[in-house]
T-cell receptor, first 112, second 114 residues
Framework: GESVGLHLPTLSVQEGDNSIINCAYSNSASDYFIWYKQESGKGPQFIIDIRSNMDKRQGQRVTVLLNKTVKHLSLQIAATQPGDSAVYFCAENETGGFKTIFGAGTRLFVKA | NAGVTQTPKFQVLKTGQSMTLQCAQDMNHEYMSWYRQDPGMGLRLIHYSVGAGITDQGEVPNGYNVSRSTTEDFPLRLLSAAPSQTSVYFC?????????????FGNGTRLTVT
């Protein structure tokens, strides 16, 4: 079936280092991809998105890269801070579809 | 502007009981959806709605009903709770139908069925 998955369930980084969270997707019809951050006890929060006609998009300290050839998505966080500690989810939408499908999530730990 | 509001925050049910999880948004979003989140898993779509009067099934709809009588409200009903429905439930909305815009989530309802 169609799915979105993550390579690493947990990631531990030193404060100030850059973090890279990876995601693989299998539905070639997906054309919109989103990264969400979920802190403990809260709902997921939108971080950044990218459409399939782009391969890179930058926000404040975050960059999303999309490689459609290998169906791979990554989230890069620059100068990781303790406040970045959370679970990160990638999600995908299919052209004309009404369903946002989520991956299993990666937990990011930031060591001070 | 409260965003997406879910009530209650916590609920304990016995097997076979029924209840309704409430969800309201004040952003005039047409699209609303319900997800469940289980440990070690991502969010799985239960039901969604692209506007008042229109609902459809997601990935895991069995055991749940929804209705959308107004743009603001999208309640989720459990008719006969089962232990397998123990989970954290999230309601979400977005301004654009076709699910091609980011979702705004509530803070969830943690449901335990004994």
């Amino acid at each position: 079936g169609e799915s979105v998955g993550l390579h690493l369930p947990t990631l531990s980084v030193q404060e100030g280092d850059n973090s890279i969270i990876n995601c693989a997707y299998s539905n070639s019809a997906s054309d919109y991809f989103i990264w969400y951050k979920q802190e403990s006890g809260k709902g997921p929060q939108f971080i950044i998105d990218i459409r399939s006609n782009m391969d890179k998009r930058q926000g404040q300290r975050v960059t999303v890269l999309l490689n459609k050839t290998v169906k791979h998505l990554s989230l890069q966080i620059a100068a990781t801070q303790p406040g970045d500690s959370a679970v990160y989810f990638c999600a995908e939408n299919e052209t004309g579809g009404f369903k946002t499908i989520f991956g299993a999530g990666t937990r990011l730990f930031v060591k001070a | 502007n409260a965003g997406v509001t879910q009530t209650p925050k916590f609920q304990v049910l016995k097997t076979g009981q029924s209840m309704t999880l409430q969800c309201a948004q004040d952003m005039n979003h047409e699209y609303m959806s319900w997800y469940r989140q289980d440990p070690g898993m991502g969010l799985r779509l239960i039901h969604y709605s692209v506007g008042a009067g229109i609902t459809d099934q997601g990935e895991v709809p069995n055991g749940y009903n929804v209705s959308r009588s107004t743009t603001e409200d999208f309640p989720l009903r459990l008719l006969s709770a089962a232990p397998s429905q123990t989970s954290v439930y999230f309601c979400a909305s977005s301004y654009q139908t076709g699910a091609s815009s980011p979702l705004h989530f509530g803070n969830g309802t943690r449901l335990t069925v004994t």
